[in-house]
Nanobody, 120 residues
Framework: QVQLVESGGGLVQSGGSLRLSCSAS????????MRWYRQAPGKQRELVAI???????NYADSVKGRFTISRDNAKNTVYLQMNSLKPEDTAVYHC??????????????WGQGTQVTVSS
C-alpha cells in the first residue's frame, strides 16, 4: 500500500512563493509519473504539472514560467515550486503518483490535498 503525504500549502500575498511537497511511503513499489492537480471552488480539477519517471516535465499554460515541478527519487518525493503567485492560483492542490508494485500491478494514488490561498 502506498500513502502520500502533502505539505507546504498556506496563505501568501500575490507575487509570493510557496513550495509544495508530496512524499510517497510504503514498500514494494516503484514510482513513475508524478503529477500535481488543483481544484478551485466551483471549478473542475485542473492538471497543473507532470514529471515522468525519466524527468520530463510539462505544465499547464496558466503556470508556465512560474511553477517548477521536480522530484527526488531517493525520497519518492515530488515538489512544486510556485513563484509569482496570483489570486487565481488559489485552490486545493493534490499530488498524484503512478506506481508499479513488485507484483507488476499498476497503481494510482492521490494525496489528501493542501490548500493554497493567494491574497490580492
Amino acid at each position: 500500500q502506498v500513502q502520500l503525504v502533502e505539505s507546504g500549502g498556506g496563505l501568501v500575498q500575490s507575487g509570493g512563493s510557496l513550495r509544495l511537497s508530496c512524499s510517497a511511503s510504503g514498500s514494494g513499489f516503484r514510482v513513475y509519473a508524478m503529477r500535481w492537480y488543483r481544484q478551485a471552488p466551483g471549478k473542475q480539477r485542473e492538471l497543473v504539472a507532470i514529471i515522468t519517471g525519466g524527468g520530463i516535465t510539462n505544465y499547464a499554460d496558466s503556470v508556465k514560467g512560474r511553477f517548477t515541478i521536480s522530484r527526488d527519487n531517493a525520497k519518492n518525493t515530488v515538489y512544486l515550486q510556485m513563484n509569482s503567485l496570483k489570486p487565481e492560483d488559489t485552490a486545493v492542490y493534490h499530488c498524484n503518483v503512478e506506481v508499479i508494485t513488485i507484483g507488476l500491478q499498476q497503481g494510482n494514488y492521490w494525496g489528501q490535498g493542501t490548500q493554497v490561498t493567494v491574497s490580492s
